[in-house]
């Protein structure tokens, strides 16, 4: 699997069938404030893309892992739809077009570097227009029980693997994942964990992959910091499901940023 990204092989088949979702509606008024067009940096399977194509809005699409491309694009042609897709990891973005928006859900601190991170807003800064907006998104640790544990209590040797979860394709495979905790660095701020995944024919196991995730948590004020020094100003946080200013209980922030 060398080159290949976490989010590739069946991972990738396992998002295939992702649609839907509050957060479609919140990033939609994000894109109405702030204009066309739009860049979605880290389209992954196409959740939020689609139903933008679908609403006649301007936007492409990005994501470092090929295979999720390849899913985006069958999803788009099966939909009838076009747009520019590009495979390239946001630290390392280099695109013919620049942007009014720029939006980055549910994936920011995936599978990165600190140093990359800070480097993709840089990267995203660099291809937004003048006045443009970033509008990107991090989950609050302490309102996922897994990643609240590891920080309290960081495991000292990988744990059991966790209970399978299955999901039925179109063409009556199931695809199986099993996740366990490796490791958690509380200083980078990170969760490694494993991915195992079953491809399922008639019951009988005729793929398996192991992947590597990694996850980085980012606290609000150490964004909003990140974010004025890749040059970003009138940085503006809002809870995710409620667009007023986040509390202790907000799962989501979001940030609005202006290049």
């Known amino acids: ?8 092989g069946l991972i990738a088949m396992w998002w295939s069938l992702a649609e839907g979702g509050s957060d479609i509606d919140r990033v939609r008024r994000i894109i109405e404030r702030s204009g066309e067009p739009v860049l979605d940096a880290g389209c992954g399977s196409g959740r939020l893309l689609i139903p933008f194509l ?14 999720m491309i390849q899913v985006c694009a069958d999803r788009l042609g099966a939909a009838g739809l076009t747009t520019t897709l590009f495979t390239q990891a946001l ?52 309102t996922n029980s ?17 209970s399978a979860f299955q999901r039925a394709m179109p063409d009556g495979s199931v695809i199986e994942l099993r996740t366990r905790t490796r490791s958690f660095d509380p200083i980078d701020q990170s969760l490694t964990s494993d991915v195992r995944a079953r491809l399922l024919k008639d019951g009988r196991s005729v793929r398996e992959e192991l992947r590597e995730q990694r996850i980085r948590w980012y606290l609000p004020g150490e964004l909003r910091l990140m974010l004025e ?5 009138d940085v503006r946080m809002t809870d995710g499901d409620t667009d007023e200013p986040p509390n202790e209980r907000s799962e989501v922030v979001v940030f609005e940023a202006t290049a």
Do not use: K
């Not at 679908?54 to 295979?67: E, K, W």
């Not at 020094?229 to 100003?233: D, E, L, S, V």
């Open 1 to 8: 699997m060398a080159g290949e990204q976490f989010h590739d």
């Open 54 to 67: 679908q609403a006649g809005l301007d936007v492409d699409g990005c994501d470092r892992s090929a295979g």
């Open 91 to 142: 630290h390392e973005l280099n695109l013919p077009r620049h942007y009014q928006t720029i939006v980055v859900v549910s994936t920011f601190g995936i599978g990165t570097s600190r140093d990359e991170d800070a480097a993709s807003l840089e990267r995203m800064r660099a291809h937004l227009r003048p006045g443009g907006v970033l509008s990107i998104d991090i989950e609050m640790p302490w």
């Open 146 to 162: 897994l990643a609240w544990n590891a920080w309290a209590r960081p495991p000292a040797s990988p744990r059991r693997w966790r």
């Open 229 to 233: 020094r890749a040059g970003f100003r």
